[in-house]
C-alpha cells in the first residue's frame, strides 16, 4: 500500500512569491494534516482538513491556506513568501480522526527554500 | 496548557547501551492521545507508537518499550541494545481529545556510535 505522497520534494522562491505544496493521502484516508517544521522551531501545526472541508488551523497568517480535493489530495498554498517560511512542510493523513486508534502518517516532505 | 516537554536535546551513547528518551506531558483534557515519531536524517516521520490515555499498560515491540505513567504525566520510551541505526531524532506528542492536531514536544537527537 502507497503511503502519503508529497511534492515536490525541493522548492525554491524568492521573497514575494507563492508556493504551491501538495500532498496525496494515503487510499482511504479523508483527512490531511500540514506542519511546518522550522529550524529552530520545531514541529508546528499548520492546517487540518477533512472531508474537503478545513477542520482547524494553528497559528499562522492567512497567508498559508490550503484546499482538500474531491479524491482527498490536499494543496497548501503560501502567498508573499517570507524568508522565515523557510522549512520542511510535512504532511500527513489518518483514516478517521473520531476514532480511538486513530494515527497520522506522514510523507518524506517538501523543503521550501525562500532566497 | 497543552504541552510537550523533551528535555534532553541530544544523546549519544555507544552502541549496545540502553537509553531511555523522556517525554512530560501537559493537557487539561481527560481524554488524550501520546505517540512517538522517529524522524532519520531523511526527514520523512516515522510513526512508532500510540497509546490513549485510559491504557497505562507499557508496551514491548522488539528492542522497544514505553512507560507510560499519569500520575506522573509521563510517557517515556527505551530502546535496548541501541543500534546505529537507531540514530535519528525521536520526537514525542500529545493529541488532546478535544481536537485531533498533534502537539509536538522539541525533540531529543539521538546519536548511536559504534
Known amino acids: 500500500e502507497a503511503g502519503v505522497t508529497q511534492s515536490p520534494t525541493h522548492l525554491i522562491k524568492t521573497r514575494g512569491q507563492q508556493a504551491t505544496l501538495r500532498c496525496s493521502p494515503i487510499s482511504g484516508h479523508t483527512s490531511v494534516y500540514w506542519y511546518q517544521q522550522a529550524l529552530g522551531l520545531g514541529l508546528q501545526f499548520l492546517l487540518w482538513y477533512d472531508e474537503g472541508e478545513e477542520r482547524n488551523r494553528g497559528n499562522f497568517p492567512p497567508r498559508f491556506s490550503g484546499r482538500q480535493f474531491p479524491n482527498y489530495s490536499s494543496e497548501l498554498n503560501v502567498n508573499a513568501l517570507e524568508l522565515e517560511d523557510s522549512a520542511l512542510y510535512l504532511c500527513?493523513?489518518?483514516?478517521?480522526?473520531?476514532?480511538?486508534?486513530?494515527?497520522?502518517?506522514f510523507g518524506p516532505g517538501t523543503r521550501l527554500t525562500v532566497l | 496548557a497543552q504541552k510537550v516537554t523533551q528535555a534532553q536535546t541530544e544523546i549519544s551513547v555507544v552502541e549496545k547501551e540502553d537509553v531511555t528518551l523522556d517525554c512530560v506531558y501537559e493537557t487539561r483534557d481527560t481524554t488524550y492521545y501520546l505517540f512517538w515519531y522517529k524522524q532519520p536524517p531523511s526527514g520523512e516521520l516515522v510513526f512508532l507508537i500510540r497509546?490513549?490515555?485510559?491504557d497505562e499498560q507499557n508496551e514491548i515491540s522488539g528492542r522497544y518499550s514505553w512507560n507510560f505513567q499519569k500520575s506522573t504525566s509521563s510517557f517515556n520510551f527505551t530502546i535496548t541494545a541501541s543500534q546505529v541505526v537507531d540514530s535519528a531524532v525521536y520526537f514525542c506528542?500529545?493529541?488532546?481529545?478535544?481536537?485531533?492536531?498533534?502537539?509536538w514536544g522539541a525533540g531529543t537527537k539521538l546519536i548511536i556510535k559504534p
Open positions: 500527513a493523513s489518518s483514516l478517521d480522526p473520531g476514532r480511538v486508534t486513530d494515527t497520522q502518517y
Open positions: 506528542a500529545l493529541t488532546p481529545g478535544s481536537n485531533y492536531q498533534l502537539i
Open positions: 497509546r490513549n490515555s485510559f
